[in-house]
Every structure is written in structure tokens, then in C-alpha cells.
């Protein structure tokens, strides 16, 4: 009884202040705990205080990693402890019992359990938990935030200051008081606190210098200049503010330049010390003189005369740098000089600033296909650049692709150019071909996409038509002279006849139509289908596709070569009455001048056919284009595997009736009009 009294007395002398709170034991304490026992106990203290537990006696199973009985202590959640076995109360006392203890406010947390058997009856734990102040101020305490004196009381602590310090209002930091207002004085001096000595630290120090605005504060530091400094960084720091700008940060051995001109009649200077150090700081003698104005009137500009400093009355150029223009607020004419006057009060006047030229954002069409990349990022300012390309892979970049803001307000490419470049459809370049050929009388079947720029006219006159870029079609001027107010449908991407206003054909109407103006009506029975090769404008855009492609012009005057071969195709008659439900098409030769010379003649009249210039013929064997057929195209070289691209290089025109000419048709010779049909596009695009 005496032995157990005697530790507990020694266990209460640890703190004046803690209080016994109660006891924790084992189920069963002392006779014995009982197999698959279990304890969970928890205990939180109040702010400023402690909890811990002094074990006095343990005595359990021992097993490895004390799978089998143990005592687990946790603090806050966190595991720091794990007992099992039997110890003395020494070994308690030293090993155990200093580490069994919460954070300040924190909580603890036991928890016990046996296992199946308790075969040598082992008596289990006993130990008492006790709530004590928790001391901030002991030394590497990380809650003690006093940068000097830290006081402890009962539930928490407070911190003071050495004399000439004050408690900041954070209720931690010991500061000097070092903030004057020197307004009105023409000439003083300023110290860091405690000049010559080492300056206090946590110093929030302000000077406030003011003076009449015609004159300017000049501040002339002491050669003895010791600020703080690290590996080229301010630790401490000396700050000069003017409503220009700040001066600083500055540190180190070496004072700012002498005399320091601020050009300004109001200054405030700031100096920040951290919590060490044993440097001494600066000291400065300010005074006044007339005001100046500075060499810079605004950034990005230069100054003609250039001086040092200017007095007030005299007057400068001022010009804007490549690329800059004056801001005149609001005017409609940008300049890129301007003149101003140095006033008694160091400031210019009028003062523009100079920025940057500002190009715009460019025109670009609004169909989507030519796209600015990285478009949301829209920087239009001088040297700003832009990048181009086409949205779709059925058109190819004409032009330069970047573009940069020049210094005369315009987009100018890498390459010069001022215009914006264009995204032409990419011609010619059917994706599926395939090199088996026949005649159109009942010739080949086309495979859809095989021949993806033929068109079908069904009404007023049936015909054929090609796509040459994704607004335009050419035809022969004889299928579309009856036209009505340019009412034409035609239709696209099929190769079905019968299903042509059904998907996934493209229906296109027209919105004008231009006949060559050399085309001659020629009545019931003409002799003269000389220019016989009109435009279709459609009403809107179409969307190019693997079965919607246009056919590229040829290049003008190429000249044709006999025996050249080409491809005809149509939906035309195929040498009766009959019309095919599927495009056909054909290869076939182009035949020589004098056999081409050599026309037909027309049965009801007797008249011979005219042939010009303008015009060649082509056919072969049992083969070539037939009624219906008009306005579609001859294409060269032929439909075959390995060719590059693919130009339409006549246009169905006029021959005799199928059952009675010699397989020979005659073709608007299309490269004798190439001129004509882009300026053409071009007057009325940009119209």
C-alpha cells in the first residue's frame, strides 16, 4: 500500500497544474482478463492543455508484433504505441510513458484486446490519464510565435518586447516604431532604427518626404551602407516609391547612386528587416531642388534634342518607335511624332503614349473553310503573328500561311504578300478510280465517286454539266439557253439518274447563269455551235466530298494532240432512244484537224456543220458521247490508275445523230476559255 502511494506522489510532482482525471484499466484488472476481451477508451483536453497517460503496471501475452493481446495508443488518429508483454514500472517510466501524451487541445485514444486464450492468467494493464497545461513557451515549441519574450499561463501564453520595441498587432512580433511623416521639410535626415548600431529587427520602417510641386527631392546616401543580403537576394530591404514608379529593391555594401535624383516633389521610403541579423543599415541626407524633367517623355519613343534632363519652357519631338503610334485619345489620325514642353512642375505636357500599331483582326470568309489556327488566342498588336489553314482536306492553302502585324498597320505573310491567302479546292484527284473503260453507248457503268465532278441537268434541256469549284459549273451554252430567270437544279455526287433527288445526291440551284457572249442561238436546226460554253453561279456553297469533287481547267492554249486519249461521260442516250439509269462513261481518241474539218452535214437542210477553232472532235470504235450527253465533259488524260490529276479539257458539244455519224462528236474546246472563265468568276465574286 506505502509502495503504491509513493508512485503515485512521484508521478503527481511532474506539473503544479495537473489534475488527476481518472483511471484506465484492463477488463478484469488485477485477478485477470478473459479470452477475446476488449477495451476501447478515448479522452480529448481543452485548448492550452494535454492529455497523457502514466502506465503503472502491464502485464500481457507477449507475441511477435503483439499480434496476439495489446494495448494500442493513438493520438489524434495517429498510432504511437503499440504494447504487449509485461514490464516494469521503471521501464514504464522511462521508455513508455513520455511518449503517451496528445498535441495541445489534441485527444488520445486506447483501445485492448485478447485473443482466444489467457492460459497463464496474466493480470492485464493499469495506468491514469491526466489533463495538464501544455507549456508554448518551451523551447522549439513551434507553436511559440514570440519573436522575443513568450509568457505561460494556464491554457495558453502571451508575448512581450524589450524596451524600444512594440507588439505588433499580429500579438507575436516585437517591432521598432520607425514611420515619420517629413512632409514640408526641405532638408533632413533619415536613419535606419538605431543608426549607428545594428538596425532592429521585424522593422516595418516609412518615411513620407513632401514638398511644393515645382521642386524635386534629392537623397544623398552615406558611403557606410550595410543592408542584409544572401547569394545576391534582399533579405532586408531598402524601397524608394515616387508616383512614378519604385526605386529598389536595394541591399548589400553598396549605397544607391549619389546624389539619387527622384524627379518627383513627394517620396516615401520604405525599409523591412526580418527577425535576425546584425547589420547597421544606411543614413541619407535629403534636400530640394528646381524641378527637371526626365530624357523620357513616355516608353517605346526617343527625344529630339536628346539631353540629360530638360528645364522647364523648353521643347522636344517626341517619336514613336517602328511599330508604336500616339495615343491622341480619341482621334481618328494616328502619328507617330508629336511635340511637348518641359513644364515648372517636371512633367510634359501634352504627353501621348506610344503603343503598339494595331492591325485588326483580318477578314477572313466566313464559310469556315480558311481558319485562323489558335484563333481564341486573337493578338493583333505590332510582331503579333497569325497562322492559317484550311478546315477541310478537299481544299490546299493558296498563299503563305503566317502572317505577321507590320509597323504600317497591315498583315504582311513571310512571304510579303498584303493578301490573305485563300483555300482553293483541291481538283481533279477522284479517291476511287478504276481503269476499265466502254463506250457511253452502252458503254461502262461509272462507280460512285469514280467521276465525282459530273453533274446532271434533268430540265428544261437534259444534259450533263461539271463542277469546277465548289460554287461554279461549266456547261454547254446550248443546254441552258432556254433557261428561265436562271431557274436550274442540277445534281451531284450519284451516279443513279432515277434517284437524283434523293439522298446521297446533292441538289444545287442556280443562282446565275452566263452564256459566252460569242454564243449564236442557232433556232430548230443551227449550223454554228461556235462558244458553245456557259457558267452556272450556285445559289450557296457546296460541300465537297468523296463523290462531290470539282475537275481542274486546263491550262490555256495547251494544244490538243491527235489520238490523244480522254474520258467522256453522261447519262445520255446510248444510240436509241433508250437513257441510262447509271452515268456512263468511255474512253476515247482525239482525231486530227482534217477529220475534224470534214463535218456533217444536216439531213433536213443539207447544210454542212461549222467547225472554228474553238472546237475538236473525238471518238472511237463503237464508241462516243450521244444526245443527252451535252454539256458534260471530256476529261484528260483518261481514267486510270497512277494519274495525278485530271483536267477537263472539252465540253460535250454537237456531232450528228448517234445512229448516223461515224462515231465522231465534237467538243467545246475548253482551254480556249480558261481566261474567260476566271475572269468571269472573278468580276462576279467581287462584285
Same mark, same amino acid.
Given at each position: 500500500?506505502?509502495?503504491?502511494?509513493?508512485?503515485?506522489?512521484?508521478?503527481?510532482?511532474?506539473?503544479?497544474?495537473?489534475?488527476?482525471?481518472?483511471?484506465?484499466?484492463?477488463?478484469?484488472?488485477?485477478?485477470?482478463?478473459?479470452?477475446?476481451?476488449?477495451?476501447?477508451?478515448?479522452?480529448?483536453?481543452?485548448?492550452?492543455?494535454?492529455?497523457?497517460?502514466?502506465?503503472?503496471?502491464?502485464?500481457?501475452?507477449?507475441?511477435?508484433?503483439?499480434?496476439?493481446?495489446?494495448?494500442?495508443?493513438?493520438?489524434?488518429?495517429?498510432?504511437?504505441?503499440?504494447?504487449?508483454?509485461?514490464?516494469?514500472?521503471?521501464?514504464?517510466?522511462?521508455?513508455?510513458?513520455?511518449?503517451?501524451?496528445?498535441?495541445?487541445?489534441?485527444?488520445?485514444?486506447?483501445?485492448?484486446?485478447?485473443?482466444?486464450?489467457?492460459?497463464?492468467?496474466?493480470?492485464?494493464?493499469?495506468?491514469?490519464?491526466?489533463?495538464?497545461?501544455?507549456?508554448?513557451?518551451?523551447?522549439?515549441?513551434?507553436?511559440?510565435?514570440?519573436?522575443?519574450?513568450?509568457?505561460?499561463?494556464?491554457?495558453?501564453?502571451?508575448?512581450?518586447?524589450?524596451?524600444?520595441?512594440?507588439?505588433?498587432?499580429?500579438?507575436?512580433?516585437?517591432?521598432?516604431?520607425?514611420?515619420?511623416?517629413?512632409?514640408?521639410?526641405?532638408?533632413?535626415?533619415?536613419?535606419?532604427?538605431?543608426?549607428?548600431?545594428?538596425?532592429?529587427?521585424?522593422?516595418?520602417?516609412?518615411?513620407?518626404?513632401?514638398?511644393?510641386?515645382?521642386?524635386?527631392?534629392?537623397?544623398?546616401?552615406?558611403?557606410? %551602407?550595410?543592408?542584409?543580403?544572401?547569394?545576391?537576394?534582399?533579405?532586408?530591404?531598402?524601397?524608394?516609391?515616387?508616383?512614378?514608379?519604385?526605386?529598389?529593391?536595394?541591399?548589400?555594401?553598396?549605397?544607391?547612386?549619389?546624389?539619387?535624383?527622384?524627379?518627383?516633389?513627394?517620396?516615401?521610403?520604405?525599409?523591412?528587416?526580418?527577425?535576425?541579423?546584425?547589420?547597421?543599415? %544606411?543614413?541619407?541626407?535629403?534636400?530640394?531642388?528646381?524641378?527637371?524633367?526626365?530624357?523620357?517623355?513616355?516608353?517605346?519613343?526617343?527625344?529630339?534634342?536628346?539631353?540629360?534632363?530638360?528645364?522647364?519652357?523648353?521643347?522636344?519631338?517626341?517619336?514613336?518607335?517602328?511599330?508604336?503610334?500616339?495615343?491622341?485619345? &480619341?482621334?481618328?489620325?494616328?502619328?507617330?511624332?508629336?511635340?511637348?514642353?518641359?513644364?515648372?512642375?517636371?512633367?510634359?505636357?501634352?504627353?501621348?503614349?506610344?503603343?503598339?500599331?494595331?492591325?485588326?483582326?483580318?477578314?477572313?470568309?466566313?464559310?469556315?473553310?480558311?481558319?485562323?489556327?489558335?484563333?481564341?488566342?486573337?493578338?493583333?498588336?505590332?510582331?503579333?503573328?497569325?497562322?492559317?489553314?484550311?478546315?477541310?482536306?478537299?481544299?490546299?492553302?493558296?498563299?503563305?500561311?503566317?502572317?505577321?502585324?507590320?509597323?504600317?498597320?497591315?498583315?504582311?505573310?513571310?512571304?510579303?504578300?498584303?493578301?490573305?491567302?485563300?483555300?482553293?479546292?483541291?481538283?481533279?484527284?477522284?479517291?476511287?478510280?478504276?481503269?476499265?473503260?466502254?463506250?457511253?453507248?452502252?458503254?461502262?457503268?461509272?462507280?460512285?465517286?469514280?467521276?465525282?465532278?459530273?453533274?446532271?441537268?434533268?430540265?428544261?434541256?437534259?444534259?450533263?454539266?461539271?463542277?469546277?469549284?465548289?460554287?461554279?459549273?461549266?456547261?454547254?451554252?446550248?443546254?441552258?439557253?432556254?433557261?428561265?430567270?436562271?431557274?436550274?437544279?442540277?445534281?451531284?455526287?450519284?451516279?443513279?439518274?432515277?434517284?437524283?433527288?434523293?439522298?446521297?445526291?446533292?441538289?444545287?440551284?442556280?443562282?446565275?447563269?452566263?452564256?459566252?457572249?460569242?454564243?449564236?442561238?442557232?433556232?430548230?436546226?443551227?449550223?454554228?455551235?461556235?462558244?458553245?460554253?456557259?457558267?452556272?453561279?450556285?445559289?450557296?456553297?457546296?460541300?465537297?466530298?468523296?463523290?462531290?469533287?470539282?475537275?481542274?481547267?486546263?491550262?490555256?492554249?495547251?494544244?490538243?494532240?491527235?489520238?490523244?486519249?480522254?474520258?467522256?461521260?453522261?447519262?445520255?442516250?446510248?444510240?436509241?432512244?433508250?437513257?441510262?439509269?447509271?452515268?456512263?462513261?468511255?474512253?476515247?481518241?482525239?482525231?486530227?484537224?482534217?477529220?475534224?474539218?470534214?463535218?456533217?452535214?444536216?439531213?433536213?437542210?443539207?447544210?454542212?456543220?461549222?467547225?472554228?477553232?474553238?472546237? %475538236?472532235?473525238?471518238?472511237?470504235?463503237?464508241?462516243?458521247?450521244?444526245?443527252?450527253?451535252? &454539256?458534260?465533259?471530256?476529261?484528260?488524260?483518261?481514267?486510270?490508275?497512277?494519274?495525278?490529276?485530271?483536267?477537263?479539257?472539252?465540253?460535250?458539244?454537237?456531232?450528228?445523230?448517234?445512229?448516223?455519224?461515224?462515231?465522231?462528236?465534237?467538243?467545246?474546246?475548253?482551254?480556249?476559255?480558261?481566261?474567260?472563265?476566271?475572269?468571269?468568276?472573278?468580276?462576279?465574286?467581287?462584285?
Amino acid at each position: 500500500m506505502m509502495l503504491r502511494l509513493s508512485l503515485l506522489l512521484l508521478l503527481l510532482s511532474r506539473s503544479a497544474y495537473s489534475t488527476l482525471l481518472g483511471w484506465v484499466e484492463s477488463p478484469g484488472y488485477p485477478t485477470g482478463y478473459l479470452p477475446h476481451a476488449s477495451l476501447n477508451w478515448s479522452r480529448c483536453a481543452p485548448k492550452g492543455h494535454t492529455l497523457s497517460i502514466k502506465l503503472i503496471h502491464l502485464d500481457l501475452e507477449d507475441s511477435h508484433d503483439c499480434e496476439n493481446d495489446a494495448v494500442k495508443v493513438f493520438s489524434n488518429g495517429n498510432l504511437i504505441a503499440v504494447l504487449c508483454g509485461k514490464r516494469e514500472f521503471e521501464e514504464l517510466e522511462s521508455s513508455v510513458n513520455p511518449s503517451l501524451h496528445s498535441t495541445s487541445g489534441g485527444c488520445l485514444t486506447l483501445t485492448f484486446h485478447s485473443d482466444y486464450s489467457n492460459i497463464k492468467r496474466h493480470t492485464g494493464f493499469r495506468g491514469f490519464y491526466t489533463d495538464q497545461d501544455f507549456d508554448e513557451c518551451e523551447h522549439n515549441n513551434p507553436d511559440n510565435k514570440c519573436t522575443q519574450f513568450c509568457h505561460n499561463y494556464i491554457g495558453g501564453y502571451h508575448c512581450s518586447c524589450r524596451h524600444g520595441y512594440y507588439l505588433d498587432a499580429d500579438k507575436h512580433t516585437c517591432t521598432v516604431s520607425c514611420t515619420k511623416d517629413l512632409s514640408g521639410l526641405r532638408e533632413g535626415d533619415i536613419s535606419t532604427p538605431s543608426w549607428p548600431s545594428s538596425y532592429a529587427e521585424n522593422a516595418n520602417c516609412q518615411y513620407t518626404l513632401s514638398v511644393e510641386d515645382t521642386l524635386q527631392l534629392e537623397l544623398h546616401f552615406s558611403q557606410d %551602407f550595410d543592408v542584409e543580403q544572401s547569394d545576391g537576394q534582399c533579405i532586408d530591404a531598402l524601397r524608394i516609391e515616387t508616383p512614378s514608379g519604385t526605386l529598389g529593391p536595394f541591399c548589400g555594401k553598396t549605397p544607391p547612386p549619389s546624389p539619387l535624383l527622384t524627379y518627383s516633389h513627394h517620396v516615401q521610403i520604405h525599409f523591412t528587416s526580418d527577425g535576425y541579423g546584425t547589420n547597421k543599415g %544606411f543614413t541619407l541626407h535629403f534636400k530640394t531642388t528646381e524641378k527637371v524633367c526626365q530624357a523620357v517623355v513616355t516608353p517605346h519613343s526617343t527625344l529630339t534634342p536628346q539631353q540629360p534632363e530638360y528645364y522647364p519652357g523648353e521643347t522636344v519631338t517626341v517619336t514613336c518607335e517602328l511599330g508604336y503610334v500616339a495615343n491622341t485619345q &480619341g482621334t481618328q489620325t494616328l502619328i507617330s511624332e508629336y511635340t511637348t514642353t518641359c513644364q515648372i512642375t517636371g512633367v510634359w505636357t501634352p504627353t501621348y503614349a506610344c503603343e503598339p500599331v494595331d492591325c485588326g483582326f483580318p477578314d477572313i470568309p466566313e464559310d469556315g473553310i480558311l481558319e485562323l489556327v489558335d484563333s481564341d488566342d486573337r493578338h493583333t498588336l505590332y510582331k503579333d503573328q497569325i497562322h492559317f489553314n484550311c478546315s477541310s482536306k478537299y481544299y490546299t492553302l493558296e498563299g503563305d500561311d503566317t502572317y505577321t502585324c507590320s509597323a504600317s498597320g497591315e498583315w504582311v505573310s513571310d512571304g510579303g504578300k498584303k493578301e490573305m491567302p485563300k483555300c482553293i479546292e483541291v481538283c481533279g484527284k477522284p479517291e476511287k478510280l478504276s481503269t476499265s473503260v466502254g463506250r457511253i453507248m452502252g458503254g461502262k457503268d461509272a462507280k460512285m465517286g469514280q467521276i465525282p465532278w459530273q453533274l446532271l441537268i434533268k430540265e428544261p434541256s437534259r444534259g450533263g454539266a461539271s463542277l469546277i469549284n465548289d460554287r461554279w459549273a461549266v456547261t454547254a451554252a446550248h443546254v441552258v439557253e432556254n433557261v428561265q430567270d436562271t431557274a436550274l437544279r442540277l445534281y451531284g455526287g450519284l451516279i443513279d439518274g432515277r434517284k437524283a433527288d434523293r439522298s446521297p445526291s446533292v441538289v444545287m440551284d442556280s443562282e446565275k447563269i452566263i452564256i459566252h457572249p460569242g454564243y449564236i442561238k442557232g433556232g430548230e436546226e443551227p449550223t454554228n455551235f461556235d462558244n458553245d460554253i456557259a457558267l452556272i453561279r450556285l445559289a450557296s456553297r457546296v460541300d465537297l466530298g468523296p463523290n462531290l469533287l470539282p475537275i481542274c481547267l486546263p491550262e490555256p492554249n495547251r494544244g490538243l494532240v491527235e489520238d490523244e486519249q480522254g474520258t467522256v461521260s453522261g447519262w445520255g442516250t446510248m444510240g436509241d432512244t433508250r437513257v441510262p439509269a447509271i452515268l456512263k462513261y468511255a474512253q476515247v481518241g482525239v482525231k486530227s484537224l482534217t477529220e475534224c474539218q470534214n463535218t456533217p452535214f444536216i439531213p433536213k437542210t443539207n447544210k454542212r456543220m461549222i467547225f472554228t477553232n474553238n472546237m %475538236f472532235c473525238a471518238g472511237g470504235e463503237r464508241t462516243d458521247s450521244c444526245e443527252k450527253d451535252s &454539256g458534260g465533259p471530256f476529261v484528260t488524260p483518261m481514267l486510270a490508275e497512277g494519274v495525278d490529276r485530271y483536267y477537263l479539257t472539252g465540253i460535250v458539244s454537237w456531232g450528228a445523230p448517234c445512229r448516223e455519224r461515224q462515231y465522231k462528236g465534237y467538243y467545246t474546246k475548253v482551254e480556249n476559255y480558261v481566261d474567260w472563265i476566271k475572269n468571269t468568276i472573278n468580276t462576279i465574286e467581287t462584285s
